[in-house]
């Protein structure tokens, strides 16, 4: 069984990365990008019967920090099951 | 004083640390490695260092936080021992629960590795009492992930209580109100990105480091001079 964990940046915290991406992107002449906000995404590989309460903890204490970032899980094929 | 500098893979001040704790209280600290699960007995100093713990993979400090011998610095510092986190130490104290906020890639994007002027904000704590309120000193910085983020609930919170142990006095960063270190709310805990360890001999302080800046920004002549400094210094 397989689950992605998409971890962002809070809304408001201010994104380094996603502003220099965002710059780079103007730089090449890309029009029309009014923001940029980067992210990570994680793929797990796990045993069958895994909750998604355990996946939950799992961002809680470490894929995630809760102080600056949100998670969202997505079992593979199916949508989202959990956020945060 | 019993000291002890926690080693993770891939700290790289550990060395300079128990340099500059042996020099200033006359005694070798312990070094405990990672996977270790206790502290050695009457330990009454826990030192955390800088560097690039895990590569920093995930987030700056993060696998640290979560290494064996985490839980019985987390216990520790729960009965008031003394922890001292330095630059990628304030990053693994952060993600450990002992300090508040969250540092990140700093604003400007740039690895900063300069000497940088702080105000120390709060000379009462047990780190900090031999400063004066106010003080303006300079200590190096060498960081990637040093700008400090709190929400401003939590932020109004440390300075109401006096809990701001550093100022920079200069941008640096982007630190949230400038915030260069802070003390946990029992007084025990303290975590600063500027490593106070690389000014404990003349040799490494101001003139290095300014010797080191002019060699790295002009690529000028007194380089040889400087590699043939540094190479003196790792002999001694």
């Given at each position: 069984m397989k689950a992605r964990v998409f971890v962002t940046l809070k809304p408001g915290v201010l994104d380094p990365q996603g502003k220099a991406i965002h710059h780079a992107l103007e730089g090449l002449?890309?029009?029309?990008?009014?923001d940029v906000r980067a992210g990570k995404l994680i793929e797990l590989d796990l045993a069958?019967?895994?909750s998604d309460d355990e996946i939950a903890e799992m961002c809680r204490k470490?894929?995630?920090?809760?102080v600056i970032e949100n998670f969202k899980i997505e079992r593979q094929g199916a949508p989202a099951a959990a956020d945060a | 004083m019993r000291a002890a500098v926690i080693v993770f893979p891939?700290?790289?001040?550990d060395r300079d640390l128990a340099v500059a704790i042996g020099q200033a209280t006359g005694k070798s600290p312990a070094m405990v490695?990672?996977?270790?699960t206790a502290l050695p007995d009457g330990t009454d100093l826990i030192a955390i260092p800088g560097g690039f713990s895990y590569g920093?993979?995930?987030?700056?400090g993060a696998m640290a936080a979560r290494s064996p011998i985490m839980q019985a610095v987390v216990q520790a510092a729960g009965k008031g021992v003394p922890v001292l986190g330095i630059c990628n130490g304030f990053q693994v104290l952060t993600e450990a629960g002992l300090l508040p906020g969250a540092l990140m890639r700093n604003a400007g994007l740039h690895f900063v590795c300069r000497p940088v002027g702080l105000k120390v904000?709060?000379?009462?704590s047990i780190f900090t009492s031999a400063y004066r309120s106010g003080e303006d000193i300079t200590i190096p910085v060498a960081h990637h992930d040093g700008n400090y983020q709190a929400d401003a609930e939590t932020l109004d919170r440390l300075e109401g209580e006096g809990r701001v142990a550093f100022r920079y006095t200069?941008?640096?960063?982007?630190s949230a109100r400038s915030i260069a270190g802070l003390i946990n709310d029992g007084g025990n805990v303290l975590g600063m990105m500027p490593h106070p360890s690389a000014r404990s001999s003349l040799l490494m302080a101001t003139q290095t480091a300014d010797a080191c800046s002019k060699a790295c920004s002009?690529?000028?002549?007194?380089f040889p001079a400087l590699r043939r400094r540094v190479r003196c210094l790792c002999k001694a």
């Amino acid at each position: 069984m397989k689950a992605r964990v998409f971890v962002t940046l809070k809304p408001g915290v201010l994104d380094p990365q996603g502003k220099a991406i965002h710059h780079a992107l103007e730089g090449l002449g890309f029009g029309g990008v009014n923001d940029v906000r980067a992210g990570k995404l994680i793929e797990l590989d796990l045993a069958d019967g895994t909750s998604d309460d355990e996946i939950a903890e799992m961002c809680r204490k470490l894929l995630a920090n809760t102080v600056i970032e949100n998670f969202k899980i997505e079992r593979q094929g199916a949508p989202a099951a959990a956020d945060a | 004083m019993r000291a002890a500098v926690i080693v993770f893979p891939g700290s790289n001040c550990d060395r300079d640390l128990a340099v500059a704790i042996g020099q200033a209280t006359g005694k070798s600290p312990a070094m405990v490695w990672h996977r270790e699960t206790a502290l050695p007995d009457g330990t009454d100093l826990i030192a955390i260092p800088g560097g690039f713990s895990y590569g920093d993979y995930l987030r700056s400090g993060a696998m640290a936080a979560r290494s064996p011998i985490m839980q019985a610095v987390v216990q520790a510092a729960g009965k008031g021992v003394p922890v001292l986190g330095i630059c990628n130490g304030f990053q693994v104290l952060t993600e450990a629960g002992l300090l508040p906020g969250a540092l990140m890639r700093n604003a400007g994007l740039h690895f900063v590795c300069r000497p940088v002027g702080l105000k120390v904000e709060n000379s009462q704590s047990i780190f900090t009492s031999a400063y004066r309120s106010g003080e303006d000193i300079t200590i190096p910085v060498a960081h990637h992930d040093g700008n400090y983020q709190a929400d401003a609930e939590t932020l109004d919170r440390l300075e109401g209580e006096g809990r701001v142990a550093f100022r920079y006095t200069e941008e640096v960063n982007g630190s949230a109100r400038s915030i260069a270190g802070l003390i946990n709310d029992g007084g025990n805990v303290l975590g600063m990105m500027p490593h106070p360890s690389a000014r404990s001999s003349l040799l490494m302080a101001t003139q290095t480091a300014d010797a080191c800046s002019k060699a790295c920004s002009k690529q000028s002549r007194s380089f040889p001079a400087l590699r043939r400094r540094v190479r003196c210094l790792c002999k001694a």
